[in-house]
C-alpha cells in the first residue's frame, strides 16, 4: 500500500502500551489541534495546532539560564514567570537550558515515518493481543493529510486502526479517512446544541451529521461520552445520547467517561484559567445509575476507555 512517508504532522506524544482506546495493546499518537474546546479537556496542550511553552512552577529554581537564553526576550521573571506569546519564536533554546525541568515543549513537527518508526518498537505486541494504533489529539482529523498518511502507514504494516475523534471535521475530510480507520471512538457530548455550543465552543450539528456518514461507511463505532457535572449527568441527558447512537448504523457500545481532573495542573502550566475549578468528580452510584440508563436502551458500556 502507498503512502506518503514524508508527510509532516505536529505530535505532542505517543503513548505506549495503552489498553484503553481500542482493542488489545495499543500505542496512542497524540496529534496537536483541535476546533473544540472543552471546558474539561484534560490535554489543554493538544488544543493549539502549534507548539507551545510549558512552565512549571513548582521545578523552577530562578536560575535564569532561560532569559539568558532566550534571544527575543519572550521571557521575564518580573515579579514572576512571564512568557510573551507574541514574541516567542519557539526556538526551544530556553528548554535546553533548563535542568530543572521547568520548561517543556508540547509538540514536535515529525515524518510519517519517524512516527512509523517508533510504532514499530511494538509491533509483536500489537500482534499478539489483537491491538494496533489510535490516533488522538486533540483532534486527530484536524491534521487531515498527516493522519491519513499515518493510518495508510499503519494499515501496510497490517496494523488494526482507530481514532478517537470529536466528529467536529468536514465531511469530504472524513470521507477521505475512513477506508484506512477499522475502529471510530466518537465522542458525543450532548444532544442540547446550545449546551454544547456553550460547553465546547462549538454547535453540535456537524458531529451529528458525521456520526450518520460513519454509520453509512459500515466501520464500527464506539460512541464516549465524557460525563461532566452540571453539563450532561442526568439520566435524561445520558438517554438522549443514547437514543441519538440507536439511529446510528454500527454502533454496538457506547461508553461513559467520568469526569477526572488529571488534567488541571496543564492549565497552569500554560497560562489558561481552569473553568472547572472546584467541580467534584461523580461517585461512583451516580456513574452506575447512568450506565444502567445505557444498559436499557440496549448497549454494552464500559465506565472508562
Ligand atoms: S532555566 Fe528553568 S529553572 Fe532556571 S529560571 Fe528558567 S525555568 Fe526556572
Ligand atoms: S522558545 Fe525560544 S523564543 Fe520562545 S521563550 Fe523559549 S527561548 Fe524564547
Redesign the pocket.
Known sequence: MEYEKNTKGMVFDIQRFSVHDGPGIRSIVFLKGCPLSCHWCSNPESQRPEKQ?MFISHNCIGCGR?TR????G??TFNPSFS?DHE?????????DVCFSNA?N?SGEVQTVEQVLHELKKDNLHYRRSGGGITLSGGEPLFQPNFARELLKGCKAKGWHTAIETTGFVAASVLESILPWVDLILLDIKHMDGEKHRHYTGQPNQVILNNARIMGSYGTPIIIRVPVIPNVNDSIREIQDIAEFALSIKGVKELHLLPYHRLGENKYQYLGYDYKLKGIEPHNKETIKNLQKAVIEKGFVCKIGG
Open positions: 511553552i532561560c537564553a532566550c534571544p527575543t519572550a521571557l512568557l514574541k516567542c519564536q519557539r526556538c526551544g533554546r530556553c528548554v520548561l515543549m
